[in-house]
């Protein structure tokens, strides 16, 4: 099994950083990262210009992560820059608790929210179960050793 260290570069995300100082400091600690012998990415959470991604990527010497995010470009421009992985960070997390929380407020305002009904169904979709199985009976889960 591959491991690989991801090394995160935060000066997107912290306000302490000046504006005109994050995208240096970035570099500066990406390539740190990844000139040490353990991280083989870099990962820039909270970067979400397409122009200032692919400077990133272009002077960053080694892979570069970033988060998929509703203000930033789409997932085909990442790939166009060049982009080594996304991540939808806990976005996915977030969107599943809202939906818990609005079906959950129709109900106790007794009301039927059929949308959130019919997404239920696909909770024991076959097609997903199946593909869940498979993965586990021939060890192809990312998560299985």
Wanted: charged content about 25%; proline content about 7%; overall charge positive.
């Amino acid at each position: 099994m591959e491991i690989v260290i991801n090394a995160r570069v935060d000066v997107y995300l912290q306000s302490g950083y000046p504006p005109d100082r994050r995208a240096d400091e970035a570099l500066r600690r990406g390539r740190l990262y990844l000139g040490g012998p353990r991280a083989r990415r870099a990962s820039i959470p909270g970067l979400v210009d397409d122009t200032e991604i692919a400077r990133r990527v272009e002077d960053m010497g080694g892979p570069l992560n970033v988060w998929l995010r509703p203000n930033g470009p789409p997932l085909d421009a990442l790939h166009r820059i060049g982009v080594a992985r996304i991540s939808t960070a806990s976005a996915l997390q977030h969107l599943a608790a809202s939906f818990i929380a609005d079906f959950a407020r129709s109900l106790l305002a007794g009301k039927t929210n059929k949308r959130a009904v019919e997404r239920m169904a696909t909770v024991f979709d076959p097609v997903a179960i199946r593909w869940w199985f498979v993965c586990n009976q021939f060890k192809r889960h990312p998560l299985r050793t």
